[in-house]
């Protein structure tokens, strides 16, 4: 069977520990997470977890019936599954000497990213976006030098 | 209730002042919890962080606590008496490494989805990830093996918590929940008021079967010409015998239990086909290799049962019925996915299903398998063969006792010769497979049935794994009937070594085991030995007759291997069948 790229959503009670039993559960079943996020949803006393995870369609199926199998766990949606919007943010500081300043300013202008913080040598961006767009940022960031890198995983939300 | 009970109140009586509202304290309400849960005896061991909930229980007479010697033994016993009556059995411990050393006997439940209810005390709130003296992260421990578990940081929680604990631990897929309950949250008091209603969003088991599902089913039995149904713990779990007992007599359809759906349906019944899987019977195997129809009811298709799961049931259609939607596809493709009580689903189908004349000749063909490929061995007349032990126990109950086992070749001359016909009757560690469970998980089988025999039948390892139980056997006057089957060996891994590693045995000869007749009668427990059958005979015979606990050591050949056998790797039925043959 194919291996793709799910997203899945998860609602879950905002307890302590609950992070490390859905982490825990992806950890020993051998399921792969290839980033996650989680904050606050629209209910009060639930968070959303975000998981974009790797594997089949039998994978797939586990991975939902064993999340419904945690006490603390609402709802699973795969998001993946139908139209969805999905957007991560990353903060790249790239070094940036006088002269190629103005260079990484269009880069940053054509992605719509947006420069935040100015060093003496160096710039802060930030670009959100799908994380193709995002890997294509850092590529051309790269040639100047990154410092450092930070990026939050993919949120996304089911259009419509 | 122990000697020391003073009066007996009626149920009423006693509910009526635990039922009364009162500021009282985190220990007390825990009590109180657990008595209108319907606790009536419970396993345990003090230490430091528990101090507050013994103290609650000096002079407690409205439950009766058992003083195992370990940790372990009190989980198994808990684990036991829980599997014997089909009520959530709850065990206590302390912080640290009173807690850990639950880890096996909570994981042991887990695996064979047995309702129990963990209490371990923790340092106080203020202490909690310090490295405080006897702490450990139970809760972070456990996660793995509970079906949930609670950190109970605010003393106003903990009636909720303990009535969701039961719930949880009841219903559904059943397993074990742990409560951790910090030293501070135990002294702190409370207005306790009972709860008596649950609200768990995030929980709730789906019970009754989807109806299209089930038109699939009696379809799919109406135009099968070789169907099989496989039975596991499930069916014994939710009660489901006689339903069962009554779409095997509608369908006519042959039935195989797994090890722990043993006891689930009457072994002497023409179309029970014995045990499937590793050291199933030939007949069992066999049938679900050709079998054109696959009915699971309840079981999970374990490794021990599917073998090569690639080769296995090649040409069934398969029918999964589950009340865990995870169990379901997990391990092997099914075409009818059925999520429900299998009691509910049986009770359902028995409306609708009917015998089928095409299954005739597949019939025909398991009696024949039956009656020319039983279980077998070499028997002897001057050594004494383990196998023997166990038709002798059977015979002499007329496999009426409850019977515990611990881990390897006597569970499954067990399963193999003891002809079980009763639910709850076989208690065995059959997913984690944990040695030192036989003997404690018989004490807490008793204490649920103080009138029925018990018979704990352990090896010579396993016996020296929670030995130290006797001591509760002597005091309390439990009269288990302890059978070690000791053949001074590993039995099991020497097999392994014998068949599959070349006769190089590593490390199992148990050499330097104590005098078991001498330990028993240390702790105070009448001791026997016996080497030949003459000798095994009067020496059960006289264990029976004993009203308390007994030790018989039956001391037998160990070069005696568990045939039929699939070695990992085959389909099951590729079967090296040894004895059997």
Same mark, same amino acid.
């Given at each position: 069977?194919?291996?793709?790229?799910?997203?899945?959503?998860?609602?879950?009670?905002?307890?302590?520990?609950?992070?490390?039993?859905?982490?825990?559960?992806?950890?020993?079943?051998?399921?792969?997470?290839?980033?996650?996020?989680?904050?606050?949803?629209?209910?009060?006393?639930?968070?959303?977890?975000?998981?974009?995870?790797?594997?089949?369609?039998?994978?797939?199926?586990?991975?939902?019936?064993?999340?419904?199998?945690?006490?603390?766990?609402?709802?699973?949606?795969?998001?993946?599954?139908?139209?969805?919007?999905?957007?991560?943010?990353?903060?790249?500081?790239?070094?940036?000497?006088?002269?190629?300043?103005?260079?990484?300013?269009?880069?940053?202008?054509?992605?719509?990213?947006?420069?935040?913080?100015?060093?003496?040598?160096?710039?802060?961006?930030?670009?959100?976006?799908?994380?193709?767009?995002?890997?294509?940022?850092?590529?051309?960031?790269?040639?100047?030098?990154?410092?450092?890198?930070?990026?939050?995983?993919?949120?996304?939300?089911?259009?419509? | 209730?122990?000697?020391?009970?003073?009066?007996?109140?009626?149920?009423?009586?006693?509910?009526?002042?635990?039922?009364?509202?009162?500021?009282?304290?985190? &220990?007390?309400?825990?009590?109180?919890?657990?008595?209108?849960?319907?606790?009536?005896?419970?396993?345990?061991?003090?230490?430091?962080?528990? @101090?507050?909930?013994?103290?609650?229980?000096?002079?407690?007479?409205?439950?009766? %606590?058992?003083?195992?010697?370990?940790?372990?033994?009190?989980?198994?016993?808990?684990?036991?008496?829980?599997?014997?009556?089909?009520?959530?059995?709850?065990?206590?411990?302390?912080?640290?490494?009173?807690?850990?050393?639950?880890?096996?006997?909570?994981?042991?439940?887990?695996?064979?989805?047995?309702?129990?209810?963990?209490?371990?005390?923790?340092?106080?709130?203020?202490?909690?990830?310090?490295?405080?003296?006897?702490?450990?992260?139970?809760?972070?421990?456990?996660?793995?093996?509970?079906?949930?578990?609670?950190?109970?940081?605010?003393?106003?929680?903990?009636?909720?918590?303990?009535?969701?604990?039961? %719930?949880?631990?009841?219903?559904?897929?059943?397993?074990?929940?742990?409560?951790?309950?910090?030293?501070?949250?135990?002294?702190?008091?409370?207005?306790?008021?009972?709860?008596?209603?649950? =609200?768990?969003?995030?929980?709730?088991?789906?019970?009754?079967?989807?109806? *299209?599902? *089930?038109?699939?089913?009696?379809?799919?039995?109406?135009?099968?010409?070789?169907?099989?149904?496989?039975?596991?713990?499930?069916?014994?779990?939710?009660?489901? %015998?006689?339903?069962?007992?009554?779409?095997?007599?509608?369908?006519?359809?042959?039935?195989?239990?797994?090890?722990?759906?043993?006891?689930?349906?009457?072994?002497?019944?023409?179309?029970?086909?014995?045990?499937?899987?590793?050291?199933?019977?030939?007949? !069992? =195997? %066999?049938?679900?290799?050709?079998?054109?129809?696959?009915? =699971?009811?309840?079981?999970? $298709?374990?490794?021990?049962?599917?073998?090569?799961?690639?080769?296995?049931?090649?040409?069934?259609?398969?029918?999964?019925?589950?009340?865990?939607?995870?169990?379901?596809?997990?391990?092997?493709?099914?075409?009818?996915?059925?999520?429900?009580?299998?009691?509910?689903?049986?009770?359902?189908?028995?409306?609708?299903?009917?015998?089928?004349?095409?299954?005739?000749?597949?019939? &025909?063909?398991?009696?024949?398998?039956?009656?020319?490929?039983?279980?077998?061995?070499?028997?002897?007349?001057?050594?004494?063969?383990?196998?023997? +032990?166990?038709?002798?126990?059977?015979?002499?109950? =007329?496999?009426?006792?409850?019977?515990?086992?611990?881990?390897?070749?006597?569970?499954?001359?067990?399963?193999?010769?003891?002809?079980?016909?009763?639910?709850? &009757?076989?208690?065995? &560690?059959?997913? @984690?497979?944990?040695?030192? $469970?036989?003997?404690?998980?018989?004490?807490?089988?008793?204490?649920?049935?103080?009138?029925? @025999?018990?018979?704990?039948?352990?090896?010579?390892?396993?016996?020296?794994?929670?030995?130290?139980? @006797?001591?509760?056997?002597?005091?309390?006057?439990?009269?288990?009937?302890?059978?070690?089957?000791?053949?001074?060996?590993?039995?099991?891994?020497?097999?392994?070594?014998? *068949?599959?590693?070349?006769?190089?045995?590593?490390?199992?000869?148990?050499?330097?085991?104590?005098?078991?007749?001498? *330990?028993?009668?240390?702790?105070?427990?009448?001791?026997?030995?016996?080497?030949?059958?003459?000798?095994?005979?009067?020496?059960?015979?006289? !264990?029976?007759?004993?009203?308390?606990?007994?030790?018989?050591?039956?001391?037998?050949?160990?070069?005696?291997?568990?045939?039929?056998?699939?070695?990992?790797?085959?389909?099951?039925?590729?079967? +090296?069948?040894?004895?059997?043959?």
């Amino acid at each position: 069977m194919m291996t793709t790229r799910h997203t899945i959503s998860v609602l879950v009670n905002d307890q302590p520990g609950v992070l490390q039993r859905v982490s825990g559960l992806f950890g020993r079943r051998g399921f792969n997470i290839e980033s996650i996020t989680v904050g606050q949803s629209e209910e009060q006393g639930l968070s959303r977890m975000i998981i974009v995870t790797l594997g089949d369609d039998n994978t797939l199926e586990q991975i939902e019936k064993q999340l419904y199998k945690l006490i603390d766990v609402i709802k699973v949606v795969n998001l993946s599954s139908k139209p969805m919007v999905a957007r991560e943010l990353a903060l790249i500081k790239v070094n940036a000497g006088a002269s190629e300043r103005p260079e990484i300013m269009g880069v940053v202008e054509t992605f719509r990213a947006s420069v935040v913080d100015i060093g003496s040598n160096s710039l802060m961006v930030q670009v959100i976006g799908d994380t193709e767009k995002i890997d294509a940022m850092i590529e051309l960031m790269k040639p100047y030098g990154i410092r450092e890198l930070s990026r939050t995983g993919a949120t996304a939300m089911i259009r419509g | 209730m122990n000697a020391q009970t003073p009066e007996v109140r009626s149920t009423e009586q006693l509910r009526e002042k635990w039922m009364k509202p009162e500021v009282i304290t985190g &220990s007390e309400i825990l009590l109180r919890s657990l008595l209108l849960e319907g606790v009536e005896c419970v396993f345990g061991y003090p230490g430091g962080a528990v @101090l507050y909930i013994y103290d609650a229980m000096y002079g407690f007479e409205d439950f009766q %606590h058992v003083l195992t010697r370990h940790e372990q033994g009190a989980i198994h016993a808990a684990d036991g008496y829980a599997r014997a009556s089909g009520k959530v059995g709850v065990c206590i411990a302390t912080s640290g490494p009173g807690a850990t050393n639950l880890v096996t006997g909570i994981a042991t439940a887990y695996m064979d989805s047995v309702p129990l209810v963990v209490i371990t005390g923790n340092v106080a709130t203020s202490l909690i990830g310090t490295d405080a003296f006897q702490e450990a992260d139970i809760t972070g421990i456990t996660m793995p093996i509970t079906k949930h578990s609670y950190l109970v940081r605010d003393v106003k929680d903990l009636p909720r918590i303990i009535h969701e604990a039961f %719930h949880i631990a009841s219903t559904g897929r059943k397993g074990p929940v742990l409560i951790d309950i910090p030293k501070d949250v135990s002294a702190e008091k409370s207005l306790f008021e009972p709860v008596k209603s649950v =609200n768990i969003r995030g929980y709730n088991p789906t019970v009754v079967p989807n109806k *299209l599902q *089930l038109d699939k089913v009696v379809q799919a039995i109406a135009e099968a010409e070789r169907p099989v149904i496989l039975a596991g713990g499930g069916v014994v779990y939710s009660g489901a %015998h006689e339903a069962l007992y009554e779409f095997v007599k509608r369908t006519e359809i042959p039935i195989t239990t797994t090890l722990l759906g043993l006891g689930g349906f009457p072994s002497g019944h023409d179309l029970w086909m014995g045990m499937p899987g590793m050291h199933g019977t030939y007949t !069992a =195997n %066999h049938a679900i290799q050709q079998a054109d129809l696959l009915i =699971n009811l309840g079981a999970r $298709f374990d490794d021990r049962v599917t073998g090569k799961i690639d080769g296995f049931a090649p040409r069934a259609k398969v029918v999964h019925i589950d009340i865990d939607p995870a169990e379901i596809g997990k391990n092997v493709n099914t075409d009818i996915p059925i999520v429900g009580d299998v009691k509910v689903v049986l009770e359902l189908l028995n409306q609708e299903v009917k015998r089928s004349d095409k299954a005739d000749a597949w019939r &025909s063909q398991i009696m024949k398998w039956k009656a020319e490929k039983p279980y077998k061995y070499m028997d002897s007349d001057d050594k004494l063969k383990p196998q023997w +032990v166990i038709e002798l126990l059977n015979k002499t109950t =007329n496999g009426e006792a409850i019977v515990t086992t611990d881990v390897g070749q006597h569970q499954m001359w067990v399963a193999q010769y003891y002809k079980f016909n009763q639910p709850r &009757s076989l208690i065995t &560690s059959g997913g @984690l497979g944990t040695m030192g $469970f036989g003997f404690p998980s018989a004490i807490g089988a008793q204490k649920a049935f103080p009138d029925r @025999l018990v018979i704990s039948v352990n090896g010579d390892g396993g016996m020296q794994m929670c030995a130290q139980e @006797l001591a509760i056997c002597a005091i309390n006057n439990i009269p288990v009937k302890i059978v070690i089957i000791n053949n001074q060996v590993l039995g099991m891994v020497r097999q392994w070594q014998e *068949l599959i590693y070349d006769n190089r045995y590593s490390h199992i000869d148990l050499a330097g085991s104590p005098d078991f007749v001498k *330990l028993a009668e240390a702790y105070g427990v009448k001791g026997l030995r016996a080497t030949t059958k003459e000798e095994a005979r009067d020496a059960w015979q006289e !264990a029976l007759n004993t009203p308390g606990p007994v030790v018989v050591e039956f001391v037998v050949d160990k070069d005696a291997n568990v045939y039929p056998m699939v070695t990992q790797g085959s389909t099951i039925d590729q079967m +090296v069948m040894g004895d059997c043959e």
